[in-house]
C-alpha cells in the first residue's frame, strides 16, 4: 500500500481538499495493483486504474511533478515477488 498526498496545482471545481494518489494490490488474494485518485483527502475515489491485473504486493508512489507520479510495485504471473517495476501515472489516464 502507498499514498501520496498534495495540494492541487490549480483549484479543481470538485476538490474539497488535497488530491491523494493511493496504491494497493484491490484483490482479495494480493492481486490487481490499483492506482486510486481522490479529491477529499481520500474520503472518495472519483477514478482508479488496475496498473497489473495478476499478482502483486508491496509498492511505493512519488510524486514526479507536472501531474506524473512513479509507481514502484512488485509483481509477477505467478507470485507477487518475481519483478520489481516502475509504472509512470498520470492525472489524465486516471480519469479515463
Same mark, same amino acid.
Not at 479543481?12 to 484491490?26: D, E, Q, R, Y
Not at 510524486?63 to 492525472?91: F, S
Given at each position: 500500500?502507498?499514498?501520496?498526498?498534495?495540494? &492541487?496545482?490549480?483549484p479543481? &471545481?470538485?476538490? =474539497?481538499?488535497?488530491?491523494?494518489?493511493?496504491?494497493?494490490?484491490?484483490?482479495?488474494?494480493?492481486? $490487481?495493483?490499483? @492506482?486510486?485518485?481522490?479529491?477529499d $483527502?481520500?474520503?472518495?475515489?472519483?477514478a482508479? =486504474? @488496475?496498473?497489473?491485473?495478476? &499478482?502483486?504486493a508491496?509498492s $511505493?508512489?512519488?510524486?514526479?511533478?507536472?501531474?506524473?507520479?512513479?509507481? +514502484?510495485?512488485?509483481?509477477g504471473?505467478?507470485?507477487?515477488?518475481?519483478?520489481?517495476? +516502475?509504472?509512470? @501515472?498520470t492525472? =489524465?489516464? +486516471?480519469?479515463?
Amino acid at each position: 500500500m502507498a499514498a501520496h498526498r498534495a495540494p &492541487p496545482a490549480a483549484p479543481h &471545481p470538485h476538490s =474539497k481538499g488535497f488530491t491523494l494518489l493511493f496504491a494497493n494490490p484491490a484483490g482479495t488474494q494480493r492481486e $490487481n495493483m490499483t @492506482v486510486r485518485l481522490g479529491r477529499d $483527502n481520500g474520503r472518495t475515489w472519483t477514478a482508479s =486504474k @488496475v496498473i497489473h491485473a495478476g &499478482p502483486a504486493a508491496y509498492s $511505493n508512489l512519488f510524486d514526479l511533478g507536472r501531474g506524473k507520479a512513479g509507481l +514502484l510495485y512488485e509483481h509477477g504471473r505467478r507470485d507477487r515477488g518475481e519483478r520489481i517495476a +516502475l509504472e509512470i @501515472v498520470t492525472r =489524465k489516464a +486516471l480519469r479515463r
